[in-house]
Every structure is written in C-alpha cells, then in structure tokens.
C-alpha cells in the first residue's frame, strides 16, 4: 500500500499513538525529524506547533499537510513515526515501505542556520545537558537578552522543550547567534567527553557512610522477624515483572535494573518509575533487593548516592523540611561538609536515585496543588514528595516508587516515565521459593508436593507473603490433610495458629482450644490493628501499644517487628509483619470482639457509605478525608489506598465468619452474636452484589447484555469464596442475568480465579467471560476449569498463558458443546500448546472464533490447527497473526478454506508467508467463495509480488 493510504487509513491510529500520553513530545521529535529532513519548512512548523492549541488539533494539522505534500512526505514521516514510537508498529500501526534511515549523510550544510534546522532532532538531545551555559555564551556574545533566557527557561517547559525554544530563538537571531551556539555545543561536547568526576575526599566519605547503612537495613528480610534471622540473599526469588503500556514490547523477562532502565519509557521527561503490585506482591522486598545491590556495587553502577524513603514512616515527619534536610535527616547525616555534597547532589542529578516504598501508605493523597521548585524551601514532607515525584524539584533525580496500583491516580500517572507491575512468583518462582526457604531438600519437596496436590492453595502462592506464610507453617501444612487451607482466611490462621504455639511458654494445646488459650493476645494485637487502621496508622509507639494493653508478652508473639528507620529515632516502634497481617488482626478483633460499634461491619463492606461522616476512630473514620478536601480538588489517592486495607480486612471477615470456623469461636464468644454478624455479613454481600447488577445497562437492540464489573466486583466475590458456602454464591448468581462478563484489567490473578470460578459456576445461563489484559497464567487457567461448563466464549489475551496452560484448559473447557469463542491473543503459546489445543479441537462442533494472535505457534503449530479444524461448519473467523507462520502454514490453512463451509475472515498479517505459500491460498479460495477476505499484510513479500497477487485475487488483503 503506499504510504499516503497509511497515512489516510491508520490517521486514528498514529493520532492516538502520537498524543495518548498527553505529552507534546512525541509530535516534537516527529516535527524535529521533518524539519531535519526539509520535509517542513520553517514556517509550516510554526503553523502545526501553535502554542496552546490542543495536541489533537496540532496532530490533525500535520496529518492533513504530510497528506497533502504528497508520498514521499508521507513516507518520511512514518519513518518519524516508527523512530519516535518503536511501539506503535507493535500497537498494529503498519509502516510498510518507509525508510527507516532519516539520518542525512555526507550534505554540507552551507550556513549555520540551516545546520540549526538539519541537526535539530541530535541539538535538542545536546543542548538539554548544557542549556544554561549555551545561555550563557549567547547572553555574553550579545545574541541573547536576559528576557530571553527567562523565555526559553519558563518552568512549564521541560528541558527538550526549552533547547527547541532556544533553537528557536537563536534561529530568529540570525546566521551569527547560530554560529555561537554551534560552536559552543561542540566545546561542551568535548569537555564533557573528558569529565570524570573529581570526588572529594568529604563525598566518598559520605558515600560510604551511606552505602553501608543502606546496605545493613536492606540485608536481612524483617518479616522472619523473631523467628529467624533470614539473610535477603538467601531468599531473595526473582518475582515476576512486566511493564504497564501493553504496547510495550513484552518479550525477554525484566530484570531489577530495567526497572529503571530504558525499557518501556513512556515519558522521557519524567524521573519517576512507578512499581505497582497488589498488598504482598514483593515491593518492599524488591526495593530492598535493589538497595542492597546499590550498595554492594552490583547493580544501579550509575548512580553514585541512593537514598531510600519509606512512606509509613515519613508519615510520622510532623516537621516542614528542605529536600537537603529529609536527604540528610531521613537517609544519612554528613558528618562534614553538608553544603558542599548537597550542592554536587544539585550539580550531578543524573548520579542520584531516591527511592519511595509504600506510596498508598502516605496519610495525604496526592496533590498537584503546591508547588515547590527550590532544595532549600521548606515545606510539609508529603508536599515535598509529590514535587519531587512531578520533577518539579530535583528535576532529573530517578525516583523510584512502589505502590499499590489503586492507590495511583491519572494526576500522578501523568508523570511517571513509566509503570512496571509486580505480579508475584511464577510457578518455578513458588519452587524456587520453596527450595530456599526449606534448605533440608525433603522438607522442601514434600512441601511442594502438597502444593501440587491443593491447586487453590498453589494459586494463593503466587503472592509472596502468602507463599512465605504456607512456607513457615510447613509442619501445619503437611499434617493437616483432608481440611489443608483453600482461602487466605485459612492461611492466616494457620500462621496464627503457628506463631501463638510456637512462641508460647505454655504447652501446645491440642485440637481447637488454642484460640481460647490464647485470646488476650489476640484480642490486644486486634484492638491495635484495627484502631490503626481506622487512623492510617501502620506505626505504633509504646504509647499506643499501652492503649490496647499489648504487652512485652504479646510482642513476643512475632506479629509485630520493630520498625526499621534510616534517621535516628530514640523510642521504638513496632510494626506488623505485614499489612495484610494488620488487617487479619483487625478482621479477628471485629468477629471476636463484643466491643466494636454495630455498624461496624455494615461500613466495612461498603467504604464509600463512610464519606462526610463523623465518628469515632474506630469505626474507621479516621482515613476519610471530608467532603471539604475533596472539592478542593485532593484526588483522595489515600482514600483507595485505605479503601483497600478495609476490603482485605473485610475479605477476612467474610472467611472467619464461615461455617467451617465457627467451631474455633465456639468457646471464645457468645455464639448469639456471632449469628448475627455472619447475617450481616451475608446481607452486605447479598446487597453488594445486587448493587453491581442493577448497574447493568439494558442491551441495545440485537446486542447481548453485557456487565463490565465495576471496581468491587471481584472483591465480593471473593468475599463470597472465603465464606465457602455454596448456598450464598447459589443465591448471589442466581440473580445475575447477563450474556457476557468483562473483567479486563483487573488484576485477576489465579486467587481470584479460583474465586470467579467457584462462584460463577451456579450462573443459570451461558455468560461469554472475558478476562484479557489480567495475570491468570497457567495455574489460573486451572482455577478457572470448574466454570467452563457455563462458558460459551472465553477471551484470555494478554495472560502470560503457556502449553501448560492450553494442555489444562482442553483438558476440560473447549470440549464443551456450546463453546463458540476463544481468544488466546498475546500469550506465550508456541508450537506444542497449538498441537494441544488442535487436539481439544477435534471433539469441539461449536468454535466459530478462535483468535490466537501474537504468539509463537509457527508452520508445525499451524499445521496442527488446520489439522483440526479442516472441514469445520462452525469456524467463522480465525486470527494467526504474528506466529511466525510461513508457507507451510499458509499450505495447510489452504486446506481449511477448501473445506470450510463457513470460514469468513482468515488473519495471517505479521508472518513469513512467501510467494509459494500465498498461491496456495489463492488456489484454494478459487474453490470457495463463502471466505471474504484473508489477510495478508507484512509478510515476506515484494511490492512486485503484492500487486500481481492482488490483481489475481481480491479477498486477498496486503
Ligand atoms: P508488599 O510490599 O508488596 O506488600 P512485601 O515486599 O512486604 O510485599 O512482601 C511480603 C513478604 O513476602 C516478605 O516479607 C517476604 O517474606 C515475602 N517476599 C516478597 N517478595 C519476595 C521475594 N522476591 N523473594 C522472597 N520473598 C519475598
């Protein structure tokens, strides 16, 4: 296709792709290029670049003038495009036919000005290390004015915007002020060529001091707390990374250092990298794997300092402080010489990293409001890291910050340089863990074994922190048999269980009565942890420790650790081992406790009811901003934070209130009261649910009904699974009445497939379930077999599904007779998995589409499917697109049009068909004339080859 036609089809396309991330660069460096080439003239640019216009309008603009200046302005600027965007051709923006060399070679350029216009794309890169100083040699030559320097450094810039100001300017100035900032960028150039940093005898001093307490916070793993002390290094597992922007390219995993590598920027300008997972996930541990490595040499070799922050304990920061004063106060004191290392700090931000544990842990959510761009002001801590994590101060500094993913709202994402997703062990990972954490290999193996043998527990074991608590609890785990743990209620008991007769003095009681044994320490540690989390409180001195009457004893117990702090603080502070832990605590105080507030449970399950009220702390007040803050504009990030510390607490609840540990509070409290909580509790999901499906719009007329779940869904539903009865699921399905469930993007994972799938299960009618861009894997799939039965389609894209997985889901899924659908797109499914599923194939009358795009299945796995599905009446619509399919493939897909009675669409697009195979398909399609298009684009084809095989055949589409 010409290149004038791309740009007219994909015009939607490359305008998202060109402004989806609300920054003017990407237009930019596609404008820098075409100036670069004389594609632009100068006035042109001007035109498009109108300041203040929308990005979309200027966007529009360029298209219309490269459209209208013909094909090879077209071609270049695709060729922009694809340079600019590497991702977007990934994204399905095809750039067939451009050249991909934009670079000039061997013109002399005659004047300096015109250099200014040839170079522009590499002197914007230049000039951002040195603008000051090219300032500054323009303002002493007499080419600048100091209102222009002000111009071009105007803070709403970021620097690639001020050096294409100052270009700007200088352009404007004529043939001599271009000479000027010609010859001073190749000066600085060379000198900087030569820099090496002269470290002062007072820096490396300091440096040392730093990397050595770095080091000795992050060696050893606090949440084996009293038990043992675990060095990180040995049981630090490789957890599993990926990067947010599903554009990005996903293959090779990532390794802690392209965390802040280049891989998967979204943002050039921003510093920070945000690090999402869920409560449990790794982040903390992953941050104290990289501060360790820091601090050994090993990894982050670029950056000289690394100063890590924790949010829970910043919380406790009353003071306003400078950014020098929470650098040297918080992380480590200089013991001389603090002006002169802070000021190489400023001078060197590229050798700096500051790292932020535990974002949603911030009392503040995040605000945008004050601004604060000077080291030396002092201001509030949380105001200090949200300037800090906007680049407003220590612009350049790399930021890492990890976060629960609800927690980040659009004003942050805006800045961030990119998002990388925590999403646990993998299941070599959950080996890997096992192995290390049991070093006797038997102990090890039978652990694993039980693992194997309890699918909803293995699913549990993809989070870290419940891997690490099934791992500790080993001798639990293993004689416990018929009734080993399914929920997380259960594996938090089971480490109660552990901890309370592991540490206490007393003999072990036997059977069901150490919960009455040891019921002041729970009840004590309960209070504690549900009073803090009504206040956001995740620290607590001995003051608050006094107040729920834990004592010396009770810490004993291991819940709770002293909390590890970089700044020299003189009273201790303890912490519970986990957060999620904390919650447990807090679940236990509200189904044991007779003193909890009757609306307690009824506010817990519905969080949002809290806003605007004032009551007690303990009623979980405490964490709702009022309405007030909220029209100010706080974008209430804490709130969800909080939000989700009540629906784990909440989760909790639901197990422990089941029927199956009813008999462990039989003795503990009255069993009235209990009745009536778990009526309550049954009412709040009961109404939950209903809520969710009144919010089901009706269907358009000859469309399904379709529910997109809403943020809480999946939360009932595994409130629903913790309560293990079959009868409240039976109940809450029964009143669902759609045609197709969506649940893309929301971090399912195999626990909350083994939720979903428990509960859906009792649907009374088919559902199409959709479940793309999550984290099921193969062990989810698994999950999900016990409701294939009432599956008619399943879409599965984007879910770092492998063979295994596909051998699980044939096993099973698509052998059912009203299976219509299965995408499978974007997964790790290579030749084997196609074999596998062609298998399943065989038995299935009912597939129509089946869409496994972007995996590796190649000619073998091809071959297998059209194997299969020769001779199908159903198959309407089949998707191979980039599986490294060549001619044999296209060879035996020949078949399937032959024999197909109902084949319409064939995708082939991204392979290495050749000429050879194309014919085939050309054969065959002359025998059938039901398929309407196969299509063809970027395979191995010449220009020649595509418009003779397009004259030949015009379903064929290139
Ligand atoms: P998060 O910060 O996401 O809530 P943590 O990093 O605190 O999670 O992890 C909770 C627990 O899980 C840790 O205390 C540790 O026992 C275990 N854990 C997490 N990540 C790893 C890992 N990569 N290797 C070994 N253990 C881990």
Excluded at 211 to 239: K, N
Excluded at 321 to 334: A, G, I, N, R, T
Excluded at 823 to 829: R, T, V
């Amino acid at each position: 296709m010409f290149n004038r036609d791309l740009v007219l089809k994909q015009r939607a396309e490359i305008l998202h792709a060109l402004c989806s991330s609300g920054s003017t660069e990407h237009l930019e460096r596609v404008l820098d290029k075409l100036l670069s080439q004389g594609e632009l003239i100068w006035e042109e640019y001007q035109n498009i670049q109108v300041q203040g216009r929308a990005l979309y309008t200027n966007v529009r603009q360029l298209l219309d003038l490269v459209y209208t200046k013909g094909e090879d302005t077209c071609e270049f600027f695709l060729a922009a495009v694809k340079q600019v965007l590497p991702e977007a051709q990934g994204a399905g923006i095809t750039f067939s036919g451009c050249c991909s060399n934009l670079e000039k070679t061997g013109e002399s350029q005659s004047t300096s000005s015109q250099t200014l216009l040839t170079q522009r794309a590499s002197l914007v890169t230049k000039l951002q290390a040195c603008i000051d100083g090219a300032l500054e040699a323009l303002v002493e030559s007499g080419h600048f004015t100091s209102s222009d320097c002000d111009d071009v450094l105007l803070p709403i810039h970021t620097p690639s915007q001020q050096a294409r100001r100052l270009l700007d300017h200088v352009r404007s100035k004529g043939e001599s002020a271009a000479k000027c900032v010609l010859h001073y960028i190749q000066e600085s150039e060379s000198s900087l060529n030569q820099e090496k940093w002269t470290l002062s005898k007072e820096f490396s001093k300091y440096q040392k001091k730093l990397s050595s307490s770095v080091s000795a916070q992050s060696c050893f793993l606090s949440s084996y707390g009293r038990t043992s002390h675990m060095p990180l290094d040995e049981i630090y597992t490789e957890a599993q990374l990926e990067l947010a922007n599903d554009f990005a390219d996903l293959s090779g995993a990532l390794d802690l250092d392209d965390i802040v590598g280049a891989a998967g920027t979204v943002n050039d300008e921003a510093d920070t990298v945000l690090v999402s997972g869920e409560a449990g996930s790794g982040k903390s541990t992953l941050l104290q794997r990289l501060h360790l490595l820091w601090a050994r040499g090993v990894s982050l070799k670029g950056f000289l300092l690394l100063f890590p922050f924790s949010c829970r304990r910043l919380n406790s920061e009353q003071r306003e402080l400078s950014v020098q004063e929470l650098l040297f106060q918080h992380c480590c004191w200089p013991d001389k010489e603090q002006e002169e290392i802070f000021q190489f700090i400023l001078d060197h931000p590229h050798l700096i990293l500051f790292s932020f544990d535990g974002l949603d842990e911030l009392k503040q959510g995040f605000s945008d409001e004050h601004m604060v761009c000077c080291p030396t002001q002092r201001a509030p801590v949380n105001i200090l890291l949200f300037n800090l994590l906007q680049g407003f101060l220590m612009k350049g500094v790399r930021k890492v910050v990890t976060s629960r993913p609800e927690a980040v709202g659009p004003m942050l994402k805006k800045h961030l340089r990119k998002e990388v997703l925590l999403k646990g062990f993998s299941p070599s990972g959950i080996d890997c863990f096992v192995k290390k954490h049991h070093r006797d290999p038997t102990v090890a193996a039978k652990v694993l074994e039980s693992l194997q043998m309890n699918t909803a527990l293995l699913g549990l074991c993809h989070s870290p922190v419940l891997c690490w608590i099934v791992s500790q609890c080993h001798k639990e785990l293993l004689g416990c048999g018929e009734g080993s743990p399914q929920t997380i209620t259960d594996v938090y008991l089971m480490i109660l269980q552990h901890f309370l007769q592991h540490q206490s003095p007393l003999k072990s009681t036997m059977g069901l009565g150490w919960l009455q044994e040891h019921i002041k320490v729970v009840l004590h540690l309960g209070q504690l942890a549900f009073e803090g989390l009504g206040t956001s409180c995740y620290i607590f001195t001995d003051t608050d420790l006094e107040t729920c009457y834990v004592t010396e004893k009770d810490i004993c117990m291991g819940f709770l650790i002293l909390s590890k702090d970089m700044s020299s603080t003189h009273s201790k502070r303890y912490e519970f081992l986990h957060v999620t832990m904390q919650c447990f605590f807090a679940a236990l105080f509200i189904v044991l406790s007779n003193n909890t507030d009757r609306s307690t449970i009824h506010k817990l399950f519905e969080p949002q009811n809290m806003k605007g009220t004032r009551l007690s702390s303990n009623c979980f007040m405490g964490c709702i901003p009022s309405s007030d803050q909220q029209e100010q504009g706080l974008e209430g990030e804490s709130v969800i934070a909080e939000t989700s510390n009540l629906q784990i607490t909440a989760t909790f609840v639901s197990g422990l209130l089941s029927q199956r540990h009813r008999s462990l509070w039989f003795h503990c409290c009255p069993s009235a009261g209990m009745e009536k909580k778990v009526r309550q509790v049954v009412k709040c999901l009961s109404k939950g649910m209903h809520k969710h499906f009144k919010s089901i719009p009706q269907p358009v007329q000859g469309e399904k009904k379709s529910m997109h779940a809403m943020p809480g869904f999946v939360w009932l539903i595994k409130c629903i699974y913790e309560m293990q009865e079959c009868k409240i699921a039976k109940d809450a399905m029964s009143k669902l009445e759609v045609d197709h469930l969506k649940l893309t993007y929301c971090n399912i994972g195999p626990v909350e497939c083994t939720a979903l799938a428990y509960v859906l299960q009792y649907l009374r009618n088919p559902v199409g379930l959709q479940l793309d861009y999550n984290s099921v894997g193969d062990v989810g799939v698994e999950q999900l077999l016990p409701c294939m039965h009432i599956c008619n389609s399943l879409y599965l894209r984007n879910n770092n599904i492998t063979d295994e997985g596909i051998r699980k889901l044939i096993a099973k899924g698509i052998q059912c007779d009203n299976f219509q659908k299965i995408a499978l797109g974007n997964n790790n499914i290579t030749a084997e998995g196609a074999k596998q599923l062609a298998e399943g194939l065989k038995f299935n009358h009912s597939l129509q589409y089946l869409g496994l795009w972007g995996n590796k299945i190649s000619d073998t796995g091809a071959e297998a499917l059209a194997s299969a599905l020769e001779g199908s009446k159903t198959l309407v619509w089949l998707s191979l697109v980039g599986n490294g399919v060549g001619s044999a493939g296209a060879y035996a897909l020949a078949k399937v049009i032959e024999s197909s009675a109902s084949l319409e669409e064939l995708w082939l697009t991204e392979n290495c068909i050749t000429k050879a195979g194309v014919e085939c398909l050309i054969q065959a399609l002359e025998r059938n004339t039901h398929v309407k298009s196969v299509w063809l684009r970027n395979n191995d084809l010449s220009l020649e080859e595509v418009e003779e095989m397009t004259r030949c055949e015009s379903r064929l589409i290139f």
